[in-house]
T-cell receptor, first 115, second 112 residues
Framework: DAGVIQSPRHEVTEMGQEVTLRCKPISGHDYLFWYRQTMMRGLELLIYFNNNVPIDDSGMPEDRFSAKMPNASFSTLKIQPSEPRDSAVYFC?????????????FGPGTRLTVL | DAKTTQPNSMESNEEEPVHLPCNHSTISGTDYIHWYRQLPSQGPEYVIHGLTSNVNNRMASLAIAEDRKSSTLILHRATLRDAAVYYCILRDFGGGADGLTFGKGTHLIIQP
């Protein structure tokens, strides 16, 4: 199994530009999570999906952020317009409920730099 | 949500055991104790979890106090590859699919 796949691994953009981060969860997993990590705030949950439906988006910082999951094998996190304070590492994770431990498997992350 | 308290950093020598403590004095009866770690420049990875009894797996052992207000992650023989930030996280049994709430964790430094 390839694990959780994220793309791109690094993204450098200018303030005001649209940024799209992509995630492919582990096949068969029914939960998908988006996290953000910064030095100031640490790791924080942004949003998560169950069976492609958003369940809790209370962690999304503001309306500039949006996430979609059009099918079980793909999700996007979009920032429009981007701002320098959005610079962070964004992680996608997936899990399969009912395994007992509900372990979350994380991708390698996308390092976003907004100039 | 019940909170956890961990030391900011710990240092150990290679090939020696490491005991990473976690305090969770407000833990509820339905909270599982989970440990994740994050190696440099990688995403977090699951280490181990438990409810009341001590647990062992290929990566580590988890010792849980009888009153469940604290726990200790044990790495039996640390290697340089174990240098990471270790997070102790409480997860409600019923909300096992919810997102993880990460604290600051313990930065483990391994000296060769």
């Amino acid at each position: 199994d390839a694990g959780v796949i994220q793309s791109p691994r690094h993204e450098v953009t200018e303030m005001g530009q649209e940024v799209t981060l992509r995630c492919k969860p582990i096949s068969g997993h029914d939960y998908l999570f988006w996290y953000r990590q910064t030095m100031m705030r640490g790791l924080e949950l942004l949003i998560y999906f169950n069976n492609n439906v958003p369940i809790d988006d209370s962690g999304m910082p503001e309306d500039r952020f949006s996430a979609k999951m059009p099918n079980a094998s793909f999700s996007t996190l979009k920032i429009q317009p981007s701002e320098p304070r959005d610079s962070a590492v964004y992680f996608c994770a997936s899990s399969l409920r009912g395994t007992g431990r509900n372990e979350q498997f994380f991708g390698p992350g996308t390092r976003l730099t907004v100039l | 949500d019940a909170k956890t308290t961990q030391p900011n950093s710990m240092e150990s020598n290679e090939e020696e055991p490491v005991h990473l403590p976690c305090n969770h004095s407000t833990i509820s009866g339905t909270d599982y104790i989970h440990w994740y770690r994050q190696l440099p420049s990688q995403g977090p990875e699951y280490v181990i979890h438990g409810l009341t009894s001590n647990v062992n797996n290929r990566m580590a052992s988890l010792a849980i106090a009888e009153d469940r207000k604290s726990s200790t992650l044990i790495l039996h023989r640390a290697t340089l590859r174990d240098a990471a930030v270790y997070y102790c996280i409480l997860r409600d049994f019923g909300g096992g699919a919810d997102g993880l709430t990460f604290g600051k964790g313990t930065h483990l430094i391994i000296q060769p």
